[in-house]
């Protein structure tokens, strides 16, 4: 018992002299790492200028806007504009097409980059590696004008492809006039431009597996498909999930280039999408509340697709976004 006393009394007379940690406050951390924040100031001025400045603008998606009024001299019109974009049919095409295209470049082109990750991955010859990915990174950096034109040289009735195959004794193939063949052309198109690009982060995901797995499965007899099986695709699983997510998320969104540069009057049935229907109905038309209120549909239905599509992998046991 007095030991124990004694020994509390040491710890009090030790405590008594010891100073008190300062907890680090806000400017300590600023001054600590200040050229990590001046490195922030670029990122976060775009995101405030062009993705928080633009949502001031939402409330025109309510109004009879006029431009000569401006933004919040225009009146409130009682939800009359979305009352109009859900009374047209044509409406409701233009989704049907967006979810139509996006949902095949979902089945065609996410799983693209992953085979085409493995098989890069599977090359010995180091030197051969480093030229394929070069060249499949390639199409990536060139714009949706530039494809739009070779797709045009190459793929129209009197182009390059339709010619040899005609000079062939065969008959040209409709891949730009007819709307099912359209739709195979631009998931193809779409393929090649983004699956060399995608396969950079599953490349990455792969150089962090442990080669000491490779070894065990080499040890154990397996071959290099049974290694891809059960090594290679569940090292890289975690990064799968979260590009899916995201590209879930963007299940309603789609870029205007890409459909706008490869469509023509033939194909309009399958060819126009939520982008290109703002383009031509809001700006082109002048009609900025039904562009504005048709784009904010289209942000509430690829949030709800990203937080369901993130819950889903969660509950499934993979880590989500958040």
């Known amino acids: 018992m007095n030991a124990m006393n004694s020994s509390v009394a040491l710890d009090k007379k030790h405590s008594v002299g010891k100073p008190l940690k300062k907890k680090k406050g806000f400017f300590y951390y600023i001054k600590y790492d200040f050229i990590l924040y001046l490195m922030l100031i670029i990122p976060v001025a775009y995101l405030l200028t062009f993705k928080y400045a633009p949502m001031y603008g939402i409330q025109i998606a309510f109004k009879d806007y006029n431009i000569f009024q401006g933004v919040n001299m225009s009146p409130w019109n009682n939800f009359e504009t979305f009352k109009q974009i859900f009374a047209s049919p044509q409406f409701f095409q ?109 490349l990455a995901a792969m150089t962090g597996i442990d080669k000491q797995l490779y070894e065990a499965a080499d040890a154990d007899g397996a071959g290099r498909f049974r290694k891809i099986w059960h090594v290679t695709l569940p090292g890289i699983r975690p990064t799968i999930a979260i590009l899916l997510i995201l590209q879930l998320g963007n299940i309603m969104a789609i870029n205007f280039d890409r459909p706008f540069t490869i469509q023509n009057n033939l194909v309009m049935d399958f060819g126009d999408v939520i982008s290109t229907y703002v383009y031509r109905v809001g700006i082109q038309s002048a009609n900025f509340s039904v562009g504005a209120a048709v784009g904010l549909f289209q942000s509430v239905i690829c949030l709800i697709f990203l937080v369901t599509s993130n819950f889903i992998t969660r509950k499934l046991g993979e880590n989500g976004i958040w």
Do not use: C
């Open 94 to 202: 233009v989704v049907r097409n967006t979810l139509m295209l996006n949902g095949l470049d979902l089945l065609v082109g996410f799983p693209a980059p992953i085979i085409l990750a493995i098989l890069i991955n599977e090359l010995v010859w180091n030197k051969f590696k480093k030229v394929s990915q070069t060249i499949l990174y390639l199409p990536h950096f060139l714009s949706w004008v530039i494809i739009g034109g070779i797709v045009a040289q190459l793929l129209s009735p009197t182009g390059m492809l339709n010619t040899l195959i005609s000079h062939m004794g065969g008959q040209p193939l409709p891949f730009l006039t007819d709307k099912y063949a359209w739709v195979a052309t631009y998931a193809l198109v779409g393929v090649w431009q983004n699956a060399g690009w995608g396969t950079i982060l599953y």
